[in-house]
């Protein structure tokens, strides 16, 4: 059973920064492809930013050059640095997991990120 907790949202002046995490467990396949996701109140999910096992990332043009996806593999953690917020950015963030290539079947329960 895969379970995903992420961590490390938090209140935060535009123009600054958070990390966030979100831990794994439960994943027997390290090959799986990991995301980051938010949605906003009224708004539909947002996916910002994917990396594959081979650590190559993809970013949504909204986040592109201000967000950072990352995995420690041996801790079996996924990160997003969050650098220049904006108010808009203020979301509940998602991570997941596609465990097969099928799409994104486990997700965490969320952090909140408010700018």
């Known amino acids: 059973h895969v379970q995903l907790v992420e961590s490390g949202g938090g209140l935060v002046q535009p123009g600054g920064s958070l990390k966030l995490s979100c831990a794994a467990s439960?994943?027997?396949?390290?090959?799986?492809?990991m995301g980051w996701f938010r949605q906003a109140p009224g708004k539909e999910r947002e996916g910002l930013a994917t990396?594959?096992?081979?650590?190559?990332?993809a970013y949504a043009d909204s986040v592109k050059g201000r967000f950072t996806i990352s995995r420690d593999s041996a801790k079996s953690t996924l990160y997003l640095q969050m650098n220049s917020l904006k108010p808009e950015d203020t979301a509940m963030y998602y991570c997941?997991?596609?465990?097969?290539?099928?799409?994104?079947?486990?997700w965490g329960q969320g952090t909140q990120v408010t700018v």
């Open positions: 439960g994943v027997t396949d390290r090959r799986h492809c």
């Open positions: 997941a997991s596609d465990p097969n290539g099928l799409g994104f079947t486990y």
């Open positions: 990396i594959d096992s081979d650590g190559d990332a």
